[in-house]
């Protein structure tokens, strides 16, 4: 590592950091993590300061260099990656753009090109990194469920919800393996959903709905069921009815708790 360089003094990403430092991202995570390196956390973003990171790992380096005990050094810069002549171009035209950024100064279209993209890497890596760690709160408002109702869901399907952040590439991998391995069931459930009566009579949905005449007459007069008229006929949909009850799945209602008390 070349110490004559000079490093930005601003705290810089990760992303930004791994390339002035001229070492891979992911193993300058993985130090970092370790807690080998000093690094800022800011919400969920890695801050790096490069001044003091380089000096370490030219330490680092001299101490695994100097060791005949040492055959396999940790996986820090590659040879490969210093004699990249393109790379060392834009590392600097990065710390350029970076600077003059700060100072308020015009970029060229070059530096602008070279900050844009290294703006875009970090951008895409903060969104998996959230993807990865959704707060259970935002979960709960994106399903529209209850705590407790996706708990029960999470415990009969075996959804990863619990502790107080979810995965969703986690939950996106298991509804598609879901889909795949019951895929078959779904369309024959559907096909047979299809088969029965849509509109219901008032004795039917009653039956449906497993509550007298009178309970579905009172809800239907509060509007809480919908009902559609056929000429003088009043006929439920089923879809309303299902509606109904997944309602009534998650607690007992805000308005009318009796009607719920007599289901």
Same mark, same amino acid.
């Given at each position: ?98 600077? %003059?950024? +700060? !100072? ?8 602008? =090109?070279?900050?844009?993209? &290294? *703006? ?67 369309? %024959?459930? +559907? !096909? ?8 219901? =009579?008032?004795?039917?949905? &009653? *039956? ?56």
């Amino acid at each position: 590592m070349n110490m004559n360089k000079t490093y930005p003094e601003e705290l810089l990403p990760l992303n930004l950091a791994a390339r002035c430092l001229r070492v891979p991202m992911q193993w300058l995570s993985g130090e970092i993590e370790a807690g080998r390196l000093p690094a800022l956390r800011a919400g969920r973003a890695t801050l790096v300061h490069v001044p003091t990171l380089a000096p370490l790992l030219a330490e680092r380096a001299k101490g695994e260099s100097s060791s005949p005990a040492n055959d396999s050094p940790e996986p820090c810069p590659d040879t490969d990656i210093d004699d990249d002549d393109d790379d060392d171009d834009d590392d600097a035209i990065l710390r350029s753009a970076i600077s %003059k950024e +700060e !100072a308020g100064e015009p970029l060229t279209r070059e530096e602008d =090109s070279v900050l844009r993209r &290294a *703006k875009r890497e970090l951008e895409e890596r903060t969104r998996w990194e959230y993807y990865a760690a959704i707060p259970q709160k935002h979960w709960r408002q994106m399903s529209g469920r209850q705590a407790k109702v996706l708990q029960e869901q999470a415990d009969r399907y075996g959804i990863p919800f619990g502790g107080a952040t979810v995965d969703l590439s986690a939950v996106v991998r298991l509804l598609h393996d879901f889909l795949r391995d019951n895929g078959r069931k779904l369309v %024959k459930a +559907e !096909a047979v959903d299809r088969s029965a009566p849509r509109l219901l =009579s008032e004795i039917d949905a &009653a *039956k449906y709905l497993g509550v007298g005449a009178r309970t579905l007459w009172g809800l239907r007069n509060e509007g809480k069921i919908p009902v559609v008229r056929v000429g003088r006929m009043v006929r439920y949909d089923r879809q309303n009815l299902d509606a109904w009850i997944l309602e009534h799945k998650s607690g007992t209602p805000k308005e009318n708790p009796g009607a719920c008390a007599e289901v």
